[in-house]
């Protein structure tokens, strides 16, 4: 069974940049689709981002245009470019993957 495993998060200001990437270990990424939710103190889990094999992807519309999510088939990694962000993003971030989850990562945006 796939395992997954998220890094990249950290403590950044409003308006600066962060990468997050989810790498699959165990087995390979399947066919099915690779999302990252997020989960801030008191509230529900939020997908964020989801990509499929082909590459399509879709967003929630909270951060279209500020974020981007990729998948390299090859190397088992999907990533998460985070660029203009948001106090509001803070929050821990997790990566699915036909129902399994990672740990989480957090990301903390504050001045």
């Known amino acids: 069974q796939v395992q997954l495993v998220e890094s990249g998060g950290g403590l950044v200001r409003p308006g600066e940049s962060l990468t997050l990437s989810c790498a699959a270990t165990?087995?390979?990424?399947?066919?099915?689709?690779v999302h990252w939710y997020r989960q801030a103190p008191g509230e529900g889990r939020e997908m964020v981002a989801r990509?499929?094999?082909?590459?399509?992807?879709s967003y929630a519309d909270s951060v279209k245009g500020r974020f981007t999510i990729s998948r390299d088939n090859a190397k088992n990694t999907v990533t998460l470019q985070m660029d203009s962000l948001r106090v509001e993003d803070t929050a821990l971030y997790y990566c699915?993957?036909?129902?399994?989850w990672g740990q989480g990562t957090q990301v903390t945006v504050a001045s």
């Open positions: 990509v499929v094999p082909n590459g399509w992807t």
């Open positions: 165990g087995s390979p990424f399947s066919g099915a689709a």
């Open positions: 699915y993957h036909d129902g399994a």
